[in-house]
């Protein structure tokens, strides 16, 4: 089974960088599509962005295109979400994410889930 750690929340203000970490055991081959998602207090777990592992294209949800950088490392077994000029809208539990196959964006489709780290953003 694909084992996913993710790492990097924390407490930041508006407009600052943060850096989230996805470990992800060696199961996790270029066959998986990984993605993130976000859960904001009382809202739905929903899409940030993702990358496929063969072609590593990335997508992004709207709101974040312009702010917001996944790359992943295949020789580290790591996923990372690059968080600039962050927003208190942004606060949430950031999940890292994985499937076989290509990126989508319903959580359901995904087979593999960390237990997410906090973002705060304060204005």
């Known amino acids: 089974q694909v084992q996913l750690v993710e790492s990097g929340g924390g407490l930041v203000q508006a407009g600052d960088s943060l850096r989230l970490s996805c470990a992800a055991s060696?199961?996790?081959?270029?066959?998986?599509?990984l993605a993130w998602f976000r859960q904001p207090p009382g809202k739905e777990r929903d899409f940030v962005g993702g990358?496929?592992?063969?072609?590593?294209?990335?997508d992004y949800i709207d709101s974040v295109n312009s702010r917001f950088t996944i790359s992943r490392d295949n020789a580290k077994n790591t996923f990372y979400l690059q968080m600039n000029s962050l927003k208190p809208e942004d606060t949430a539990v950031y999940y890292c994410?994985?499937?076989?196959?290509?990126?989508?964006?319903?959580?359901?489709?995904?087979?593999?889930w960390g237990h997410g780290t906090q973002v705060t953003v304060s204005s």
């Open positions: 990358i496929n592992g063969s072609t590593h294209i990335t």
């Open positions: 994410a994985a499937r076989y196959g290509g990126v989508v964006a319903p959580a359901p489709w995904y087979e593999y």
């Open positions: 060696a199961q996790a081959s270029t066959n998986y599509a």
